[in-house]
T-cell receptor, first 114, second 118 residues
Framework: ETGVTQTPRHLVMGMTNKKSLKCEQH?????MYWYKQSAKKPLELMFV???????ENNSVPSRFSPECPNSSHLFLHLHTLQPEDSALYLC?????????????FGPGTRLTVL | AQSVTQLGSHVSVSEGALVLLRCNYS??????LFWYVQYPNQGLQLLLK??????LVKGINGFEAEFKKSETSFHLTKPSAHMSDAAEYFC????????????????FGAGTRLAVHP
């Protein structure tokens, strides 16, 4: 595997379910990100982990819970979601250099909440 | 606060025609500037970025962009469109001063969907 991988690619869940999204980066980076991509809206940064510590949490509802057990893996735990949470969830990683770091994105998980 | 405006949510061109996708930013100081592309069912991929120096930046797949400080713009161009260029394009900015958290925050525009017809 190369780059940034995400599983599952598609997920359908009910409002009372609990599920998790997984992201793995094979690039040796030290920062990982979760973004939400909804139709006709700019990408929304949800969470950032740098050196496995959460450094940004953009007022995301508590029904989204991130976890970063090591520098290569990032999870997004989901519970009691709402239909408006249906979106493409993108994971990204970067290597902090103090300059214009390039973020490398995974293919995303298409989430549908019924 | 920084922001990005992409003029035109949809652009349609003929194969072989010039591609011009517009991006303007708002920032108290010139930021780092990026263009990303998203092909169907894929994540975002970096096309090019501007940091410092030469204001005309060349990227992958024949794309280039020019940083114009006086116009606060970073428009993306390609001389001749190809069918494979059909995708969504995102302009993004990040501050030149690193955040204390050890990462650079990207602020994205809403995207422009490019259609290329024969």
């Amino acid at each position: 595997e190369t780059g940034v991988t995400q599983t599952p690619r598609h997920l359908v869940m009910g409002m009372t379910n609990k599920k998790s999204l997984k992201c793995e980066q094979h690039l040796g980076h030290n920062a990982m990100y979760w973004y939400k991509q909804s139709a006709k809206k700019p990408l929304e940064l949800m969470f950032v982990y740098s050196l496995e510590e959460r450094v940004e949490n953009n007022s995301v509802p508590s029904r989204f819970s991130p976890e970063c057990p090591n520098s290569s893996h990032l999870f997004l735990h989901l519970h009691t979601l709402q239909p408006e949470d249906s979106a493409l969830y993108l994971c990204a990683s970067s290597q902090f250099s103090g300059s214009a770091d390039t973020q490398y994105f995974g293919p995303g998980t298409r989430l549908t909440v019924l | 606060a920084q922001s990005v405006t992409q003029l035109g949510s949809h652009v349609s061109v003929s194969e072989g025609a010039l591609v011009l996708l517009r991006c303007n930013y708002s920032s108290s100081v010139p930021p780092y500037l990026f263009w990303y592309v998203q092909y169907p069912n894929q994540g975002l991929q970096l096309l090019l970025k501007y940091t410092t120096g030469a204001t005309l930046v060349k990227g992958i797949n024949g794309f280039e962009a020019e940083f114009k400080k006086s116009e606060t713009s970073f428009h993306l161009t390609k001389p001749s469109a190809h069918m494979s260029d059909a995708a969504e394009y995102f302009c993004a900015v990040s501050p030149t001063k690193s955040l204390s958290g050890g990462y650079n925050k990207l602020i994205f525009g809403a995207g422009t969907r490019l259609a290329v017809h024969p």
